[in-house]
T-cell receptor, first 112, second 114 residues
Framework: QQQVKQSPQSLIVQKGGISIINCAYE??????FPWYQQFPGKGPALLIA?????SEKKEGRFTISFNKSAKQFSLHIMDSQPGDSATYFC???????????FGIGTKLQVIP | GAVVSQHPSWVICKSGTSVKIECRSL??????MFWYRQFPKQSLMLMAT?????????EQGVEKDKFLINHASLTLSTLTVTSAHPEDSSFYIC??????????FGSGTRLTVV
């Protein structure tokens, strides 16, 4: 059972455009929602994270939008750059349970 | 910031031999660490939860005797792939939860069994 559904699986965006990746979760016990960026041959790196008591969090060009009632959250990358080309994973985490459930990943390619 | 250090970053071994991968927490103590496996173009699959001073908790379908986990100190967990075979070739990643930093991953180990 896939507890965190991520879409799309691949995304091509022109430089300067907005990249949007969506995730939906099922388990209402999740209380921490991070996004990870992974380059080939490297471990995932935490990009930005949100807790369910806020609807939006912005860090530089990266924004998480969170809709608790719909059990959905999304990552927006503004002014996308070729250096943003990577695989992005959404995740959901229960702080008490300490296990992370990952989405399937989105391979983003930003073309010049 | 808190760092999870993983070593080696890549290893090639012969079929039938064993390989040890180390995961260290730098500047913080980790009573719990996690080991993941990632196949090409796929998401991360949790293999086991490593608990300092006690037995690891393995996920369903993961062979305990194949993937030995030892967490003998608060800063070191090791994963040993025993009697490795080509199908064990994969990208292995550890993680920990530094206080105040959220879920943090090591840089990963690319294992190739020939």
């Amino acid at each position: 059972q896939q507890q965190v559904k991520q879409s799309p699986q691949s995304l091509i965006v022109q430089k300067g455009g907005i990249s949007i990746i969506n995730c939906a979760y099922e388990n209402t016990a999740f209380d921490y929602f991070p996004w990870y960026q992974q380059f080939p041959g490297k471990g995932p790196a935490l990009l930005i994270a949100i807790r369910p008591d806020v609807s939006e969090k912005k860090e530089g060009r990266f924004t998480i939008s969170f809709n608790k009632s719909a059990k959905q959250f999304s990552l927006h990358i503004m002014d996308s750059q070729p250096g943003d080309s990577a695989t992005y994973f959404c995740a959901a985490f229960s702080l008490g349970y300490q296990k992370v459930t990952f989405g399937i990943g989105t391979k983003l390619q930003v073309i010049p | 910031g808190a760092v999870v250090s993983q070593h080696p970053s890549w290893v090639i071994c012969k079929s039938g031999t064993s390989v040890k991968i180390e995961c260290r927490s730098l500047d913080f103590q980790a009573t719990t660490m996690f080991w993941y496996r990632q196949f090409p173009k796929q998401s991360l699959m949790l293999m086991a939860t490593s608990n300092e001073g006690s037995k690891a908790t393995y996920e369903q379908g993961v062979e305990k005797d194949k993937f030995l986990i030892n967490h003998a100190s608060l800063t070191l967990s090791t994963l040993t792939v025993t009697s490795a075979h080509p199908e064990d070739s994969s990208f292995y990643i550890c993680s920990a939860i530094p206080p105040g930093y959220g879920y943090t991953f090591g840089s990963g180990t690319r294992l190739t069994v020939v």
